[in-house]
Structures are given as C-alpha cells and as structure tokens.
C-alpha cells in the first residue's frame, strides 16, 4: 500500500475538488482518491465518511463542510470502482466485500491516521458504508475511536417486518442478475451500476443474515457481536431503504457496544429524512456528532433535542 499527499494552493477555488487529496494505492493496480477538509487544530479528531452504494465521495461534500465548521477534520473517499477510484467499474470487475474490508479499508484508515497523527479517528457510514464501517472496526478495532451510522440497517429479509417478501425478492433479484452478468447495470432500489461480488455479498446478507463475504475466512458475526467501540447510530422516518426496523435489528447484532440511538422524525430539526436526502440537512448532523464525539460519545441534552 503506498499514499501520497497533495495540497491544493491557498487560492485554489472553494469545493469538493479544491480539497486536499491522499492518494491511496491498497494493491497493484487499484488507486483511491481521499478529500481531506482539515480542522484549524491537527490534533482535532477525524471524521472519515463512507458512502452509499453508487454514491460518489463528493455527495457528501456539504457534511464535510458542516464537519469541519464543527470544529472536526473530516475526509471522505470513493469506494472501489466509484467516483473518483481507479479503473472505474466495468463487467470484468471482480471484487466484493471482502477486498472493500479487508484491503481498501485499512489502507485508507492507515493514510487519514498518518495524514493526522495523534487525532482520534471516527468512521461516518451511510448505508453499504455504514455496514463496511462496522466490518473494519469490528476487524480492526485499534484503528478506530467511534462509528456514526445513518441510514444503515441489516439487509436481512426478516428485519424489514411487514415488508419483508418486497425486500427479499427484490434483493435476491438483484442478487442474481449481479451473478449471472458480473455486475448491475443500475435500477431497482440500487439506481447505480455496482460490481456483482459486491451485490452477490449483499444479497447473502439479506438472505441469510450472516456476514460471509465471498473468500474470507474471518467470522465477522462473531467479531460484531463482540465490538465495544463506541457508536452513534441514526435512522429516518422517511427512508425506505433503512427503516427503524432494520436499524433496530443491526443494533441487536451489536451486543458489546455502547450505542447512541436517534431516530428522526418531524419533531427534530432535520427536514430531509429519506435515505439521501437528509445531506441537505449536514448544518443540523454536522454539530450533532461533533456534540456525540466532543461529549465523549455521549450526546448532551440539547443536542439531542435539535437533532430528534
């Protein structure tokens, strides 16, 4: 794994692209692009922020601004085959959950750790980022602080309650034509193209329940249930994709660990509260988990109050 930094100059326009880059290569030929928005003060804990599934690093870029406002670093990446990793996602491509957990993760965890050596480090995931958030920390619990989740649930059939044979059909559909094509070419529920070892992964979660990415060998089930870092755990009344009932169930699974819940509804500040559009509301989520990170990953009152 190798990284290299590159700063843009202090006049370089506003926006996602202006950010600061590491580039991060976890294995021959596969490079990933991270976007750092550091705080005024190094030793400010960090923010790294994974994406949904099809989503690409820059969505996130107004939760990376309300971040840093809070006073955090925060820093964001493109999953493999995404946005702007290398190469870009094509039939051929053959990877799963296993290489996103496994051999991107800790490299990028690696690099925003030594781009901020001494900060804690906290991972935000967003749906398939927030299940990959839980995989590595549960694998490598040493490198991370604290995980904040939104929108991420179990994709387990019987988790969606009375929307259970929509889920499991439509995911296992998924599932198939992933298997048979080597890849999704983009609609129902999942409106992007993904890699098929990906979507083949995700459709055994939900089938099964179990964590059991294709070629690992590490029993992820037992490692979740025995995570103890810190977790601050989100859902939305309006997302269809991650119900309350899937959140609920993923902290279940999640025996060992000291969880902060919110769930959002219309009596919070948060207007936006489906699966994706609840970014147009980062001024609201982003000093909710700087209060969750600064109250020792407890959230005080009136925190608590704006964002419920």
């Known amino acids: 794994m190798t990284t290299e930094s590159t700063r843009p100059a202090p006049s370089s326009p506003s926006g996602f692209t202006a950010l600061e880059t590491l580039t991060v290569t976890p294995e021959a030929g596969v490079t990933l692009t991270v976007r750092v928005a550091p705080a005024a003060d190094p030793t400010a804990p960090v923010v790294l922020v994974l994406p949904a599934m099809a989503m690409k690093a820059k969505f996130y870029f107004p939760l990376l601004t309300a971040l840093r406002a809070a006073g955090l670093s925060a820093a964001s990446v493109d999953l493999r085959g995404q946005g702007e990793a290398r190469p870009a996602l094509d039939p051929a491509s053959r990877f799963g959950y296993r290489e996103l957990v496994e051999t991107d993760l800790p490299a990028v965890v690696d690099a925003v750790a030594a781009r901020f050596p001494g900060a804690p480090l906290h991972l935000f995931g967003h749906s398939l980022g927030g299940q990959l958030a839980v995989l590595h920390t549960a694998r490598c619990p040493d ?15 019987r988790a969606f309650g009375p929307r259970w044979f929509e889920a499991l059909w439509k995911i296992q559909t998924i599932g198939v034509r992933s298997w048979w094509a080597g890849h999704w070419p983009g ?4 409106g992007g ?5 990906v979507m083949t992964d995700w459709a055994r979660h939900s089938r099964t329940g179990r964590y059991r990415p294709a070629g690992s060998s590490v029993r992820y089930d037992d490692l979740v249930a025995a ?15 991650g119900p309350r009932s899937t959140v609920d169930h993923l902290c279940r699974r999640l025996r060992s ?13 948060v207007r936006h509260r489906d699966h994706f559009a ?3 509301d ?7 988990v700087a209060a969750w990170i600064a109250g020792d990953h407890r959230l005080p009152d009136g925190a608590a109050r704006r964002a419920r």
């Open 143 to 157: 490198t991370v602080r604290g995980v904040v989740l939104i929108g991420t649930g179990s994709v387990w059939w």
């Open 257 to 269: 660990a000291a969880i902060t819940r919110l769930h959002l509804d219309a009596s919070s500040d």
């Open 193 to 197: 193209p993904m890699a098929g070892r």
């Open 278 to 280: 609840w970014v147009k």
């Open 187 to 190: 609609g129902m529920l999942i």
């Open 282 to 288: 980062s001024d609201v989520l982003g000093p909710t």
């Open 227 to 241: 995570l103890e870092r810190p977790l601050l755990v989100i859902s939305l009344d309006e997302d269809p994709l």
